[in-house]
Every structure is written in C-alpha cells, then in structure tokens.
C-alpha cells in the first residue's frame, strides 16, 4: 500500500498537493469551547506536564476542522524548567529568578530530553497514534534570543528593555547564555524528532526586536547552528521570525525549508528575498479572522493568488487570538481548501 505524504510535509518540501495545506499557530487554545473546559479543571503547567492531556488538547482542533497540520501542545518555556529554572504561566511566563549573573546560568544545565522532559516526547508519540495519517506533526521550540528575553526579564514585555539592554552590558554572559539554549535546543528537537515529530519549527518572536546589525551577530548565529545541526535528520525546518521584513536576506542564507512571516507585508515580497527553494508560511493578519464572511473569502483568495502555487503553507501571521470565533476558522480552512490558482 502506497502511503501518500501529508499535504503539509510535500509543501514543505516543493512537492505538489491537491491543495494548500493550512494549520494555524496556537490552534490548540482558548478561543475552542473544549479547550476552555479542560483548563477550568487543569491548570496549564499541569496540561503540558501530562501527555494524555496534552495529545487531547493538541487533537482537538483536528477533530473540528480539516486541518493539515497539528502541533504539540506544549510551550517555548517548557524545556527551559526542565533546564532548572522555575516557570509559572499567569498566562505568559514569569521566572521568579530570571538569569543575570553568571551564577544565575549555573542553575541552567543543559537540557537532556529524556530526563528532563520525557512527558514531552511521551505527548508526542500518542498524538502520532491517534493523528490521521494525512495530517504533519509539528513539534516546535524557541529560538534562542526568543528565550533570552523571556529568561533575562522575567516576564513578557512588549520591547523587552531588559534584556537587550542586558545584550549590550553583558555581551559575553549573553552568548554563555545563547550559546547554552542553542545546544539545548538542538538536542530537544532532535528527541522530538525521535520521538514522532515530523517537522519542527523555531519560534523567534521576538527576533525582529533587533536591528539588523544586533540581529546577524547576536540572534542568527545561534538559529543558524540550531538548524544545520538538524539537517541531517531529513524532516522540514521552520524558521519563523516575528517583524522580520527587514532581516529576510538573512533568513534566505538559513538552513531553513520552511519561512513563517507576520501579516506586515505579502508573500510574494517575500519569496523575491528568500531562496527559491524556501517555502514560506503565512500571514493572515489574526485579525482579518472578525471581517464578514464574503470580505474574509476574499482576503483568503487574495493572500493564495499573491503568494502563487506550491512551496506555500497557509496560516496566521501570528497567534489566533482568543476572542476567535471558531466558525470563522472552519470557514478560513474550507476557503483554503477550496482555492484554485487563478489563472
Ligand atoms: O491556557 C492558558 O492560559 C495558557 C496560554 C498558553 C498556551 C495555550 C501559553 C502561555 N502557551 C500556550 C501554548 C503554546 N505556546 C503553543 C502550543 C499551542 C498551539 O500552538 O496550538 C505554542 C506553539 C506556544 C508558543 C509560544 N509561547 C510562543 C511562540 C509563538 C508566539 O505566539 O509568538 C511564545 C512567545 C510563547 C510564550 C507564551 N506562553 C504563554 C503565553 C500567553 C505566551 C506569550 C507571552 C507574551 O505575550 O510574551
């Protein structure tokens, strides 16, 4: 019996689809009815903590729409506590003891996955048990200088101040700290990748904070070493960086198969920076998920037409948000479907 490969992975790597696969960033979350339930009874530290709660939740937005892809149900933050630092979620991460001397790192050892966070790879195996075979897994972690900010403030912030001015006080204690996350990192998903994941994506969020000479010296190097380390295992590469429209010649001399984008410009301006080779991945603003039914169908056509057949995986530009009406995102995953290439 020939298995055919999920949508989502052959776009991912140039291979034709019998449509535009689409998943949607934090899919699995408080603007579904059923997530909500399970959070009123489980607090999110013990969800992510327990792989049949975990896989539920990640299945859940698969069992409502016709999605392509799943992600693991899990945060950036997770592997850093399983590192030995503290993590509370009130709901974004909060460290009680954020990392600012060189004492402070010592308590960041080095992630061993099956150790440190087995519930994780635990999570993901069920989920490829359950998932139906057409649809990707994407197991997931944060870039480096993403978890930087969180580590070196302590809380979220819109600038991250703290931490970048921390970049510039201490820059040899940043890259001990970078350098440490990425070889972490690296090592956490591979063990995803082991355990089931069947492609993997870096969050950078907060990558874009940087100008272009902070970021090539400071954020890539790390995201760089993280991805060709990986190559090797075969599965697609994501690499998505939040205000990144100014750095994208960077991005383009990346190991990356796959370039998420934010809603702040069109796809077909990115592919002109990036590598013919590199799918993008993106970028309804979140937003446009409140507009009426017809201006919605319209927007969705007009993103598919812009970014051109093939090498294309459609999603948000960033987080669904949780005010979402769950009908307009089984309206966005139809329009998806539904397209044809204009011609
Ligand atoms: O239920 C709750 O109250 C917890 C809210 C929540 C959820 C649902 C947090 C805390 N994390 C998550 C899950 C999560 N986080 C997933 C898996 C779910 C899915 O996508 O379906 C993923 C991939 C993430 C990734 C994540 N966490 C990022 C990168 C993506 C992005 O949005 O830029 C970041 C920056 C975080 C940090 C974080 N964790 C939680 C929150 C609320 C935040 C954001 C804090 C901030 O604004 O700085």
């Given at each position: 019996m020939t298995v055919l490969t999920p949508p989502l992975l052959a776009a991912m790597r140039g291979q034709p689809t019998p449509h535009t696969p689409v998943w949607i960033m934090r899919?699995?979350?408080?603007?579904?009815p059923e997530y909500r339930a399970i959070r009123a009874k489980t607090d999110f530290l013990t969800l992510t903590r327990t792989p049949e709660l975990a896989a539920e939740v990640t299945l859940q937005p698969i069992r409502r729409f016709a999605l392509d892809g799943a992600i693991l149900?899990?945060?950036?933050m997770t592997p850093v506590e399983g590192m030995g630092v503290g993590v509370d979620f009130a709901p974004g991460p909060v460290i009680a003891q954020p990392i600012r001397t060189a004492a402070d790192l010592a308590?960041?050892?080095?992630?061993d996955p099956q150790r440190d966070v087995p519930y994780v790879l635990e999570s993901i195996r069920i989920v490829r048990r359950e998932l139906p075979a057409h649809v990707g897994l994407i197991g997931f972690a944060g870039a480096p200088f993403t978890l930087f900010c969180y580590l070196v403030s302590g809380k979220p912030s819109k600038e991250f101040g703290t931490a970048r001015a921390f970049l510039q006080r201490e820059p040899e204690l940043s890259a001990q700290i970078l350098d440490r996350l990425a070889e972490s990192m690296t090592l956490y998903l591979r063990a995803q990748i082991d355990a089931g994941a069947q492609a993997v994506m870096l969050f950078?969020?907060?990558?874009?904070?940087?100008g272009r000479d902070d970021y090539a010296r400071v954020a890539l190097p790390p995201v760089r070493r993280i991805l060709s380390a990986l190559k090797d295992t075969g599965v697609p590469l994501i690499y998505f960086c939040n205000n990144s429209w100014t750095l994208l010649d960077f991005i383009a001399d990346l190991p990356a198969d796959v370039v998420g984008l934010d809603w702040r410009g069109t796809l077909s301006t990115a592919r002109k920076h990036l590598r013919p080779d590199q799918a993008v991945q993106g970028n309804l603003d979140?937003?446009?998920?409140?507009?009426a039914p017809d201006v919605l169908a319209a927007r969705v056509n007009a993103l598919l037409d812009d970014a051109g057949p093939g090498r294309h995986v459609f999603n948000l530009g960033h987080g669904i948000w949780?005010?979402?009406?769950p009908d307009a995102v089984a309206r966005l995953v139809d329009l998806v479907h539904a397209h044809r290439p204009a011609r």
């Amino acid at each position: 019996m020939t298995v055919l490969t999920p949508p989502l992975l052959a776009a991912m790597r140039g291979q034709p689809t019998p449509h535009t696969p689409v998943w949607i960033m934090r899919q699995a979350g408080r603007y579904l009815p059923e997530y909500r339930a399970i959070r009123a009874k489980t607090d999110f530290l013990t969800l992510t903590r327990t792989p049949e709660l975990a896989a539920e939740v990640t299945l859940q937005p698969i069992r409502r729409f016709a999605l392509d892809g799943a992600i693991l149900f899990s945060d950036i933050m997770t592997p850093v506590e399983g590192m030995g630092v503290g993590v509370d979620f009130a709901p974004g991460p909060v460290i009680a003891q954020p990392i600012r001397t060189a004492a402070d790192l010592a308590r960041l050892h080095t992630l061993d996955p099956q150790r440190d966070v087995p519930y994780v790879l635990e999570s993901i195996r069920i989920v490829r048990r359950e998932l139906p075979a057409h649809v990707g897994l994407i197991g997931f972690a944060g870039a480096p200088f993403t978890l930087f900010c969180y580590l070196v403030s302590g809380k979220p912030s819109k600038e991250f101040g703290t931490a970048r001015a921390f970049l510039q006080r201490e820059p040899e204690l940043s890259a001990q700290i970078l350098d440490r996350l990425a070889e972490s990192m690296t090592l956490y998903l591979r063990a995803q990748i082991d355990a089931g994941a069947q492609a993997v994506m870096l969050f950078d969020s907060w990558g874009g904070l940087l100008g272009r000479d902070d970021y090539a010296r400071v954020a890539l190097p790390p995201v760089r070493r993280i991805l060709s380390a990986l190559k090797d295992t075969g599965v697609p590469l994501i690499y998505f960086c939040n205000n990144s429209w100014t750095l994208l010649d960077f991005i383009a001399d990346l190991p990356a198969d796959v370039v998420g984008l934010d809603w702040r410009g069109t796809l077909s301006t990115a592919r002109k920076h990036l590598r013919p080779d590199q799918a993008v991945q993106g970028n309804l603003d979140p937003a446009v998920l409140f507009a009426a039914p017809d201006v919605l169908a319209a927007r969705v056509n007009a993103l598919l037409d812009d970014a051109g057949p093939g090498r294309h995986v459609f999603n948000l530009g960033h987080g669904i948000w949780p005010e979402t009406d769950p009908d307009a995102v089984a309206r966005l995953v139809d329009l998806v479907h539904a397209h044809r290439p204009a011609r």
